[in-house]
């Protein structure tokens, strides 16, 4: 009956069968029929995401935009530098995430990815310590 009725809703089945029939549970057996109905399923709305999802628009060109991050494997630490549109990516090893050790990298790191006369860039980090110190005294003498 609810596929000759062309998948009607929970309250519409509830209705046209009360016309013919009576049965107890009805209301269970309905709502049972109804959820595991595939077609149904696939209409129903989606559940709004937790998260609100953002994203930026990509750069004008390559070598501008940036983004640091330090990973930990097999306990060592590893200084990632990615360029944002080509995903390009270098590395090097450090041995702490203080600030200043970061900065050594990101300095020894961005010439290889831009040339040292080109324009600014904006380098993306996570709010970590030894990155938040780096921000405090950025200076132009780092790029
Ligand atoms: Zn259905």
């Not at 009956?1 to 013919?20: D, F, G």
């Not at 129903?44 to 999802?53: D, I, S």
């Given at each position: ?20 029939f009576y049965a ?37 060109s390559i070598g ?80």
């Open positions: 009956m609810h596929i000759k009725c062309s998948h009607p809703s929970k309250h519409q089945s509830k209705l046209v069968v009360k016309r013919c107890l549970d009805l209301e269970k057996a309905i709502s049972d029929i109804t959820d595991t109905c595939r077609v149904c399923s696939s209409l129903q709305k989606l559940p709004q995401p937790v998260a609100e999802q953002s994203t930026q628009p990509p750069p004008q501008i935009s940036f983004a640091a991050d330090v990973l930990k494997r097999c306990k060592q630490l590893i200084f990632l530098l990615r360029e944002t549109a080509s995903s390009y990516t270098v590395c090097c090893l450090i041995d702490d995430e203080r600030s200043t050790t970061l900065r050594n990298a990101l300095a020894r790191l961005c010439p290889e990815m831009r040339p040292i006369t080109g324009p600014p860039v904006v380098v993306s980090v996570d709010p970590e310590p030894g990155f938040v110190k780096i921000l405090l005294c950025f200076n132009s003498e780092l790029l």
